[in-house]
């Protein structure tokens, strides 16, 4: 879960640089809705989930959510482009297009691409860190090994999607 967790936010990351204004903004825009859907996928979802559902039938969720989103939200890079370069031509038109005006366009950009996958990669830590309560025995050595697995997974893929992926699909 978390190869994938950060091997797509590298990818939405270079997707949005070539698409965007590939600044500060950018990134910026895109780690506060990736930490804002994690976050309340986490804190939210996962509690409502809970309530009915066992650790692993979340974990479950979690990452068929992940996949199912992340496939229904790439058709974004397609979809807001053209429509946001017509509203920026407009205000180009009147005279008055500043930062914000980009910022403002670039947040609803990465909000599309980003966000629902966010919220469901939030689900996953809380369902493995759930399991390991359940299970009692070896709590603090389980964890320890949770997240070093976690942390080798995240280098993995960050490593796996910029130097394999990218390049592959022509992003670079």
């Avoid at 407009?90 to 599309?112: C, D, K, M, Q, W």
């Avoid at 966010?118 to 399991?131: D, E, I, S, T």
């Avoid at 949770?146 to 995240?154: H, T």
Wanted: glycine share 10%; hydrophobic share 60%.
């Amino acid at each position: 879960s978390v190869f994938l967790a950060l091997g797509y936010e590298v990818l939405w990351l270079r997707i949005l640089g070539i698409l965007a204004t590939n600044g500060v903004y950018t990134f910026v825009l895109a780690l506060a809705v990736y930490l804002l859907g994690f976050s309340l996928g986490s804190l939210f979802l996962f509690k409502k989930l809970a309530q009915s559902l066992s650790a692993l039938k979340i974990f479950f969720i979690a990452n068929l959510g992940v996949g199912a989103t992340a496939l229904a939200c790439i058709s974004s890079a397609y979809f807001w482009p053209p429509i946001i370069k017509r509203q920026l031509l407009r205000i180009v038109e009147n005279g008055a297009l500043h930062l914000g005006h980009l910022t403002f366009f670039e947040a609803i950009y990465a909000f599309s691409l980003m966000f629902l996958p966010a919220l469901f990669m939030g689900l996953a830590y809380p369902a493995v860190c759930q399991k390991l309560i359940e299970d009692k025995e070896n709590v603090a050595e389980q964890s320890g090994l949770i997240y070093f697995i976690g942390n080798l997974g995240a280098m993995f893929g960050i490593f796996f999607t910029g130097l394999l992926i990218i390049p592959a699909l022509g992003l670079n």
